[in-house]
């Protein structure tokens, strides 16, 4: 088990060195002009080519994968070809504000999902069954973006409940950093008013990049439900009079749930592209925001940045994903 | 003395067994009310695409004509779905919008199929080192978000229709290569296909004839599914801000524009926001009730 553990976490590396190369051939063998972006409209043949020898843009592309390579190794992830700010700086802002919105919206989709999918299975072809089987329908074809404008609409503008935008009262100075994670670091530190705020202001987008996987965990929870309520145990159970409850929670449920948990992990990855969209509408200052204000300046050292760092959560998590199953499954074996 | 009959079956009786099996699946659709629905959505927003040039209320908008007069107009018979901050008619514009994201969306399925398809085709086909390289690429693709890609690939590009087209396209193939090779390694190994290289069947007859007509199913299934999420990822895109540039109205650009305005005039968020909604869904619900009719395993 450890040894497998081991294993799976070393061959992250060889996937993000394959990565890192394909991104750095986007970033740098497509058209466009970064440097000349970079110098500003006016900007004189020499000021650009100065621009470009002082971010190493002058040298052959092999070089430049080289010295950013070596860099990385080093804890140097480049600079900003804008803001000057190197980019290791920035994610170690903007990563825990995007991790904390996809973990609250996963945890609402998991907490949400498999007891609606559950209930949905167990009642099947029922009112409630069809009910949710048509939202749920609906909840993945909802655009997030969308979405969060309508949340905005109704319970920020109409109602006055929740924060428009943002992730904090600009006002207001957030709890001290311990972990990044505005509300983990106010219960840490026993500000309840400051986690009162926090919780309010994740709420919206929360909700609204939740919703899509939520459908999709709720319709994946009542389709292997449905399946192991049909396995010969079951019946076996049933006719050894087996009260259902038991039934349910002690002998289907887990293996349902090992079977949910496969698209659990696949929605990680779903998520973290997702927040773009649910970032750009709240301003919450996460990854997603930050790589949309870099894409469109084509400002390449951070999207890199971005493309490693979310790839690296992915993998990750798959590996989570592959331990938990086993843990859940003893059928299943890791090799 | 008895003649016994050894000809082989008729080919007429054979058209007759794949006209039933026809029927029974066109009933089994029919017999999901969602698909229907999915089908339904679907052939309405294709047919005001196609006929999208005669039924603008207000034609000339679509080309960038402003009319600051009756900027902000809500719903009303003249303007059924309000007007937007320079007097644009929305409902011209979410009509036109129609044509963009039709056009891309199904392109984009279409040029991933092929690539992917032919990619998948060869890896899963020949196998060894090409398998072995091709497989290592999808699965470094697949670990960055695709909207993310996108954008990165949108932006180097520069705006326009087709560049936002090639965009997608780059990170949609891998998944149909996945889905091919699976498909065709599994089919390499039957039977029917190994008897028929016995028999002497040219590799690329082998698999135009034998392999292919066998693994539509999945694909198909899955195209259908895939053109609404790839017109949600040509919205996302132009809700960002990158792809197509107005004049040319685009669902999602128009949605990002429309956030400037709200609470006040909700109608310039509404329609456009509803228009991708829909055809979301209803290319979602197509791909469900046909995966429900061609591939019975999977059924309900």
Redesign the interface.
Known sequence: MLWYVIRRLLLIIP?LL??SV??FA??RL???DPVGLAAGPNATPEVIASVAAEFGLDKPIPVQYWNYLTGLLQGDWGVSLFSRRPVAADLAEFVPATLELVIAALLIAVIVGIPLGLLAAIWRDGIFDYLTR?VS??A????R??LG??L??AFA??LNWLPLSGRFPLIEFPPERITGFYTVDAILIGDWHALGVALQHLALPALALSLSPLATILRMMR?STIEVLQQDYILTERALGIPSWIILFKYTLRNAVSATLTVIGLYV??L???T??VE??FDWPGIGLY??QA??G?DFMP?IG??LV??MI??VTSVIVDILQAVLNPKVRLQ | MSQIDTSLPRAGLARSARAEARARAIYRFRQSL?SVIGLAIAVILITVALLAPWLLPYPDDVTGAVNPAVAFQPPSAAHWFGTNSVGQDIMTLVIYGSRISLLSGVTVILLALIIGGALGVIAGWVGGWIDEVIM??T???L???????A???A????TGIWNMIIAITITWWPTYARLVRAEVAAKKQEQFVIASRVLGVGPMRLIGRHVLPNIVTPVVVKASLDV?FAI?LV??LG????GVKPPTPEW?TM?AE??NY??QY?WT?IFP?TA??LA??AF??LG?GLRDVLDPRTR?
């Open positions: 996937t394959g990565l394909i991104v986007i970033a497509l058209p466009g048509t329908l609906g993945i074809a909802m655009p973006f969308f404008l309508l905005q609409l503008m109409a389709a990855s779903w973290l592209g997702g773009v969209l750009t509408i790589s949309t894409i469109l084509q999207v971005v493309t979310i790839a992915y993998l | 969602l290592r690429i699965d470094l693709l670990t960055i978000p695709s909207l993310i890609l954008m990165a690939v932006a180097a590009l520069g609404g949600l919205a996302s809700f960002v801000g990158i999602g949605l429309a956030r709200m609470p909700w968020a926001g991708i909604f979301v869904l979602n619900l469900d309900r």
